[in-house]
């Protein structure tokens, strides 16, 4: 069951963080088995939802669970077997039929998204409605607003999108003008200058740290920023082909020609919610160059390049997380010969212990993180008990250890630091 009702946004945006029963609902459906709409966006993973009677009912009932959409956002359903799928095992299909028992006991179902949203303006909120209808009389008995939130390509983000993702990253920086700092951006530069001391990168050893830690990192920060929005994501920097939108006064910013005066100071607009960006009194956002060229072009004239990242997924050696020498293994592959090239050719912050502190950091490493997601998909390396995903199984046995190859938070079974 697939539905198009163009005039459904206006009124879903109505409905967006507020609890809400519409007046023919006889159901309840609820996403992440909450009752709080604030959790109810999806990505490609499948997530737990339920459905019910609402209470005073005494016979059990069939009803067909599918979805409207009222702009891009598609999901698929599948039924609850027992076992909790994942993106690569989940049979999403657009409709399914389940028999709610009469006690108004819950039935448990998983909700995936098939088609990310795209966002048109910056008003526009949920665009799908999960529907259930009784499959007697097709009568519609219950409906809950939705989202398919991904990272996408930064250069393909429409207006909307970068305005609110904009808007997000600069209203968490602006806390750092508070009295004593604040804590909500400056923090993740400080905790990446120590980390990076710990051994987060790989070094001439190739800590296994590089790809897992980031993943974390990232997410963290992402989740503060979908507190201020929760339609925001991180977009990513695909380095490897060339940009035409991103080093832009109206995006991340442009540095200006040679022999301008303040060349490399990054310029914003008036009107980025960017504009004026200082971290923690280190003076104005700093690079040596913009990113639009392809680095994946090698040319006497570029000082750095990166790799394919289909060639590096597909060598020799490259089906394992890490491999027996530092070299080996996709961790190491993807931070020397895709990651590096990227914060080398744009340099200034970028280049520093807190690289953070450049907001550039970010989409950087969403691409970073969706070459480690490529690599898994390709290889099903998933399961984290699995050597091949992640090697350093177990926790950390102490520093006087048999196999203390590595810093304590190192290990599968670790908490990572910070």
Excluded at 28 to 38: G, P, R, S
Excluded at 197 to 213: E, T, V
Aim: proline share 5%; net charge negative.
């Amino acid at each position: 069951m697939k539905f198009f009702r163009r005039s459904l946004i206006s009124t879903i945006s109505l409905f967006v963080g507020i609890g809400y029963t519409f007046a023919q609902e006889e159901v309840e459906i609820q996403v992440n088995n909450t009752a709080n709409l604030q959790d109810d966006f999806l990505c490609w993973n499948p997530i737990p939802a339920r459905i019910r009677l609402l209470e005073g009912q005494q016979e059990s009932r069939r009803v067909k669970i599918g979805f409207e959409s009222s702009a891009e956002g598609e999901v698929g359903f599948s039924r609850d077997t027992g076992v909790f799928p994942d993106a690569s095992t989940i049979e999403n299909t657009s409709e399914i039929e389940l028999l709610l028992p009469g006690d108004g006991s819950w039935v448990p179902f998983f909700v995936s998204g098939t088609q990310a949203t795209k966002i048109e303006n910056v008003s526009m909120s949920k665009d799908v409605l999960i529907v259930a209808n009784d499959s007697d009389s097709n009568n519609l008995v219950a409906q809950l607003p939705v989202m398919v939130r991904v990272r996408k390509d930064a250069e393909s983000l429409t207006q909307a999108e970068q305005e609110i993702f904009l808007q997000a990253l600069a209203e968490l920086h602006g806390h750092n003008r508070s009295v004593g700092h604040g804590r909500n951006y400056i923090k993740y530069a400080e905790a990446h200058a120590v980390a990076f001391r710990n051994g987060i990168h790989g070094g001439d050893i190739g800590f296994p740290l590089f790809l897992a830690w980031h993943r974390a990192f990232l997410l963290s920060i992402e989740r503060e920023l979908q507190e201020i929005d929760p339609r925001v994501t991180i977009p990513y920097w695909a380095f490897d082909s060339a940009s035409s939108s991103i080093f832009t006064e109206n995006f991340m910013g442009v540095v200006g020609l040679p022999g301008e005066a303040s060349q490399f100071e990054v310029k914003f607009s008036p009107t980025n919610p960017l504009h004026g960006w200082v971290v923690n009194g280190s003076g104005s956002l700093r690079r040596i160059r913009n990113g639009n060229l392809d680095l994946s072009i090698r040319d006497d004239s570029f000082v750095t390049y990166v790799d394919s990242l289909a060639d590096l997924i597909l060598e020799e050696g490259a089906t394992e997380y890490r491999g027996d020498e530092a070299e080996n293994g996709i961790n190491s592959r993807i931070e020397d010969r895709y990651h590096n090239g990227a914060h080398s050719y744009v340099r200034g912050w970028l280049t520093t212990l807190s690289s953070p502190r450049d907001p550039m950091f970010y989409l950087l490493h969403a691409n970073v993180d969706r070459a480690w997601a490529e690599w898994q998909a390709k290889y099903d390396r998933f399961d984290p008990n699995d050597p091949a995903s992640y090697p350093e199984q177990g926790a950390f046995p102490g520093d006087d250890g048999p196999s203390s190859r590595w810093p304590k938070s190192s290990y599968q079974n670790d908490i990572m630091w910070p």
